[in-house]
């Protein structure tokens, strides 16, 4: 990584990565659906929570190891799946697989990811997942589950959040669309023709979801995905206690609550406004991720509280790789992870089975995830 100045917080990463990309790849990480009051959101209930410490624990260095789906993982962290890594950097997946490893956490690679399965895999040294879209090929699915269970992938997580890809007014200005030599190699280059043409005022990922994503899949679905794999798999973009109780009694094995980083519904409630309602409904019976605004190691141990068991970075990871491929994306993770550390050490917690709702005051929980 070459740089100017020390990157000492995640923001630093942020503020290089905006010099080196171009606007449109910019605008298309860091913006969201609407008027991007959802992003701004999910900041906001972060941070008017407060930490409780408590003191004269004779705490020394916390344990930050747990398991997930019955697997041992480093750290509470993992990368949030993101399409397209080779628009930040020329490795793409293959730098975040090893950058997320390194740090011991884990990697779910998109869907629209721009390296092989196979190079992934070949990459990751911690556990690694793959997102799916319902697309309407269900035989570009099939294909997909079958090639990720071949090559060792860990689950799968199936986004439902996303019947098409909202109107995001940066991307619409922009007429974004996806480089030619930005390729998402997992699927059949017929399917993803359309992200690739350019049409000014409009966004080639949203006329691609439009045409390509199967929106008339419902709950009753779920058991030809179920049938079809042995590998555990999770909903990603529920934010209800109803819809988190309806995935577990169709057999899911784990949740992401989120609002895709205030990208899709404009308004959504917060992730983690809504996660204490969610965690609550399925303690015990299903894993609990959370992703949104998750920029200091201080606001995962907010979402731990709240009964996360792991916490996923989007946006900070690419920045990560933008600045310096692997060796970025450990140093992003690798500064969350030490921060959680301080943090809880901070609190007087040795590890994370101690972290409950007490560290945070009834009164400093947001009613609806909306900032006051
Ligand atoms: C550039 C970008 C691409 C994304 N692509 C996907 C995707 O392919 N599949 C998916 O389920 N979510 C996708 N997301 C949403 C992330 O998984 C995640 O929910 C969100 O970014 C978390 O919020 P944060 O960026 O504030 O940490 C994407 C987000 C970004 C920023
Ligand atoms: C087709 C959707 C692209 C990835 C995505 O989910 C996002 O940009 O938020």
New binding site residues.
Partial sequence: MTQERALLHVRDFEEEARRRLSQPVWD??AGGSGDESAVHA?QAVLDRLGLRPRVLTGTAGPDLGTTLLGRPLRVPLGV????HHRLFHPEGEVATAQGAGSAGALFIA???ANRTLQEMAGAASGPLWL?LYWLRRRDQLEKLVASAEEAGFGALVL?VDAPVVARRPRDLRNGFSVPADVRAVNLDSSVMATTHRAVTGTSALAAHSAEQFDTSVGWADLAWLRGRTKLPLLL?GVLTTQDARLAVEHGMDGVVV?N??G?QLPGAVTAVAALPEIAAAVRGRCAVLV????RHGSDVLKALALGADTV?????A?WGLTCGGSTGVAAVLGLLRDELAEAMLLCGLPGLDLVDRTLLHPHDRPPDGRPA
């Fill in positions: 298309y990480l999910n949030a799946p993101m399409a998109s869907i629209f997102q986004t990603k989120s895709h980083g990208r992703d949104g605004a998750f996923l970075i989007g946006r900070p690419l």
